[in-house]
């Protein structure tokens, strides 16, 4: 039974983390595009902003993928946790928990879930127990030391252009685009 437990979390958190991530990389579901996503990330101060929309769309799209598939664990849930932590500081940082003010509620319990499928694992219903696939713990860190490094980037530019950063980002952020940059 926690095998498919597993698979019903993997499933859920990949699919709809990689619609999210389709959303910004190709304008699908309703979603900004490239363009949009781009003009999303300048108005919350990270620039350039077609990279760092890149970087969420792949992080997104891509770690959504593996983790539905259960393919190359813990890769897929560190990329959402790694979107996701950047979406709790950028988007949803100094409001209130719940979604209905604007907060962190969404990013923060796809973040307990993806933590809970890297401690767990993908399960037996899964690419990696099909293939016999377990990466090396190097890739893992590399991974986690990568993610950890483009946040404190984003972070850190983000910061050095913080003056009327926030009033900048609520005029320039596209009329019901804020929820698609978490």
């Not at 363009?35 to 890149?54: D, V």
């Amino acid at each position: 039974m926690v095998d498919f437990a597993l698979l019903i979390l993997r499933l859920t958190l990949g699919g709809l983390l990689a619609g999210h991530g389709a959303q910004k990389l190709f304008g699908a579901f309703g979603g900004p595009g490239p363009q949009g996503a781009a003009g999303m990330m300048e108005a919350l101060g990270l620039k350039p902003g077609q990279r760092w929309a890149a970087a969420a769309a792949l992080s997104e799209l891509g770690g959504g993928v593996l983790t539905a598939f259960g393919l190359f664990n813990p890769l897929g849930p560190l990329g959402i946790m790694g979107s996701m932590s950047m979406a709790t500081v950028t988007v949803h940082w100094g409001k209130p928990i719940w979604v209905t003010a604007g907060g962190a509620e969404l990013p923060v319990t796809n973040m307990a879930i993806a933590g809970t499928l890297t401690a767990a694992g993908p399960g037996r219903y899964s690419l990696d127990r099909a293939f016999g696939i377990r990466l090396p713990g190097v890739i893992v860190a590399g991974t986690l030391i990568t993610a950890a490094a483009l946040l404190g980037l984003g972070l850190v530019g983000r910061c050095a252009g913080a003056p009327g950063r926030q009033e900048q980002a609520g005029a320039q952020a596209p009329a019901g685009q804020e929820a698609t940059a978490s």
